[in-house]
Every structure is written in structure tokens, then in C-alpha cells.
């Protein structure tokens, strides 16, 4: 079992930033693809970033440009700096570990709440 501990969100005006943090429990980036996905009210929950073992990243076209995912090894933390935020990125957003042997169980955060408001 893989815990992740999402921290960092909260409310923010248009066109600001914060950034949201991810703690696994263990060190566990060798073995999984690290991404965020997020949630809006009555909407499928949505890829927004997605950071592989290797390095390479992925991102929503929606965020392209003013999100940034990236990770800290010898924190073992995962971070997505969300710049540029507009209100459609009021959503929970969920921290997601990936294995990257398929048919291994899928972790997720318990997410944390972004709101984009004035």
C-alpha cells in the first residue's frame, strides 16, 4: 500500500499561483509514474500532469504553459506549481502514483481542494 499526503491548495484569485505538494510515504519513483489529476463538480475526474521514472512529462493541453509538474528525490516529494490559475482550475485535485508494472495497483491522494475566485 502506497499512502500520498497532497498538500498545498486553498483559495486564490485569478491569475495567481500556488503550488500543491505530494508526500509518499516511501520512495517509491523508481517504481511509479508519478501524476495529478483533478476534479471539478460533476465532471470526470481529469489528467493534468504526469511525470514518469524517466523524467518525461505530460501535461492537459488546458495547463500547457502555466503548470509545471516536477519531484525532488532526496524529498521524495512530487510538486505541480500552478501559475496563471483561471477559475475553470477550481477543482479537487489528486495525486496519483502509477506503477510501471501494468496491472499493479493504482494509489491515489485523498486530494485537495483549489479554488480560482475574486
Known amino acids: 500500500q502506497v499512502r500520498l499526503v497532497e498538500s498545498g491548495g486553498g483559495l486564490v484569485q485569478p491569475g495567481g499561483s500556488l503550488r500543491l505538494s505530494c508526500a509518499p510515504a516511501?520512495?517509491?519513483?523508481?517504481?511509479?509514474?508519478m501524476g495529478w489529476y483533478r476534479q471539478a463538480p460533476g465532471m470526470e475526474r481529469e489528467l493534468v500532469a504526469q511525470l514518469s521514472t524517466s523524467g518525461t512529462t505530460n501535461y492537459a493541453d488546458s495547463v500547457k504553459g502555466r503548470f509545471t509538474i516536477s519531484r525532488d528525490n532526496a524529498k521524495n516529494m512530487v510538486y505541480l506549481q500552478m501559475d496563471s490559475l483561471k477559475s475553470e482550475d477550481t477543482a479537487v485535485y489528486f495525486c496519483?502514483?502509477?506503477?510501471?508494472?501494468?496491472?499493479?495497483?493504482?494509489?491515489w491522494g485523498q486530494g485537495t481542494q483549489v479554488t480560482v475566485s475574486s
Open positions: 516511501e520512495s517509491i519513483f523508481s517504481m511509479y509514474h
Open positions: 496519483n502514483a502509477e506503477p510501471i508494472i501494468r496491472g499493479l495497483q493504482i494509489f
